[in-house]
């Protein structure tokens, strides 16, 4: 049996090699070497591979697991639902229990004012339905002039075009050439937002900068992450998204909160925006809101966005095939009231203080540990040639991408971000993880 075992999982490595184009990989080591790893159980906080080694999840796999792997209330919630009716089609105002329940749940939990909901897939689909629909709104007001979207440095907003044009991570920026058109990245500072910076071309790169720079009468939206993932984990000074709203309403520009990564208790709070007392005009979601056990993702829209789009007369011509899909609404509703009924909101504001307490020990206890940013279970570490001077690695040292091997070899899996000489290794394990979980 064990010869058997051995021989099924080279053939899975064989076939992984050939035939699957894995997202976010190196396609020469994959084509070289195969997948890095093949996960076949997950169970807590825990994932196992093909071969039996255990590892912990680090970043709830894609910033997503928040509930944890291996919950049977949420396989049995898809199971019964796809027994039922798994799809059916949202187009032609054509609807079902569980979209209908989600999208109430969605309207009680969220912040006031944001009562209705576009679903998605995921998160790049997410984000470019809030600039689209951001647009459509300027146009049924009679100002279809306002186009553009400005974003921030450092941010991630997903992959599609229009997300990939809003997201500022190099690589991803700059795939393949694609990008929308009237896509602008500020810097994101809070002096920006209220009132400049006495470098001029800093202010001209500030969020008021680039508006007053286009002229607000052709600015649709300002998307921001509450607080930013893949960039690093960078938290917003206290102030700055009460700011950015504040100019917003100033410039009559929407607000759009992109929540992918933030939203469903990640940070101590149901929302991020929550932290802050700020209520956005779109507010993007994904991830956590079925804790990665479907596919799914939405738009939450005020109540004033909403009220116009009501008064068109048409067809909306935007939609998903798997817009407000049955089985995946079931789960997150099932998701959403794992969450309440088992206090994980509170349980990451808990878990994530001790969390920040044992990851500031790291930056007193090793010298290339000189920074540790985040809030709630979205956590990170900075690392550095010499903490006490700030001095950086050299880019070539990949210092982050050493560091992930050596947590990988470890059975801890996580990931890196940064790059030319930024070194961050960012940490989110699922909301269920315990205080001797965090210590191992």
């Known amino acids: ?17 050939k035939h699957f184009l894995h997202p976010t990989s190196n396609p020469k080591q994959q084509a070289k ?8 159980r997950g169970q807590g906080i825990y994932l196992e591979d093909i071969e039996g080694k255990r590892y912990i999840d680090g970043l709830s796999s894609l910033w997503n697991v928040n509930v944890g792997h291996g919950n049977k209330e949420l396989a049995q919630t898809a199971f019964e639902q796809m027994e039922t009716l798994a799809y059916t089609s949202s187009f032609k105002g054509y609807s079902n229990p569980s979209a209908i329940n989600l999208s109430e749940k969605l309207a009680e939990v969220a912040p006031n004012g944001l009562n209705s909901v576009f679903f998605t897939s995921g998160g790049s689909e997410s984000n470019d339905t809030a600039f689209k629909l951001s647009r459509f709104y300027w146009e049924q007001v009679g100002k279809p002039e306002k186009k553009k979207i400005i974003a921030l440095e450092r941010s991630y907003h997903g992959v599609t075009i229009g997300a990939q044009s809003a997201t500022h991570l190099p690589a991803f920026h700059a795939f393949s050439g694609s990008h929308m058109n009237d896509v602008y990245h500020a810097v994101p500072h809070l002096t920006d ?14 969020i008021r900068g680039v508006i007053e720079r286009e002229g607000k009468d052709t600015v649709a939206a300002v998307i921001i992450e509450p607080i930013q993932g893949a960039g690093g984990i960078y938290v917003p000074p206290s ?19 992109d929540e992918v990564i933030c939203g469903f208790g990640r940070t101590g709070s ?15 979601v994904a991830k956590g809101i079925t804790s990665g056990y479907a596919q799914l993702g939405g738009v939450l829209i005020h109540d004033k966005i ?13 939609g998903f095939t798997y817009s407000g899909h049955a089985m ?11 969450i309440e009924r088992d206090g994980l909101v509170d349980r990451a504001k808990e878990m994530g203080e001790y969390f920040g307490d044992r990851l500031e020990e790291l930056v007193t206890k090793h010298t290339s540990v000189g920074l540790t940013r985040g809030m709630g279970l979205l956590r990170s570490i900075e690392l550095f040639k010499d903490s006490k001077s700030f001095e950086r690695f050299d880019p070539q040292d990949n210092a982050a991408e050493k560091l992930y091997q050596h947590c ?10 940064g790059g030319n000489g930024i070194n961050i290794i960012p940490l989110a394990p699922p909301l269920i993880i315990t205080q001797p979980e965090i210590d191992d």
């Open 1 to 17: 049996m064990a010869h058997k075992a051995l021989h099924t999982d080279k053939d899975l490595l064989k076939k992984d090699q």
């Open 33 to 40: 070497s195969g997948a890095s790893i093949v996960l076949r």
């Open 193 to 206: 937002c209220e009132r400049g910076n006495k470098d001029a071309d800093h202010y001209e790169r500030s």
């Open 239 to 257: 102030g700055y998204l009460e700011a950015v709203r504040k100019l917003c309403n100033e410039f009559d520009i929407h607000f759009i909160a």
């Open 270 to 284: 149901m929302f991020a925006v929550e932290h802050w007392d700020v209520v956005p005009d779109f507010m993007s």
């Open 306 to 318: 909403r009220k116009v789009i009501n008064d068109f007369d048409g067809v909306l011509a935007h």
């Open 328 to 338: 995946a609404c079931a789960v997150g509703l099932k998701n959403i009231e794992i």
């Open 408 to 417: 990988f070899d470890r059975g801890l899996l996580v990931r890196t971000s």
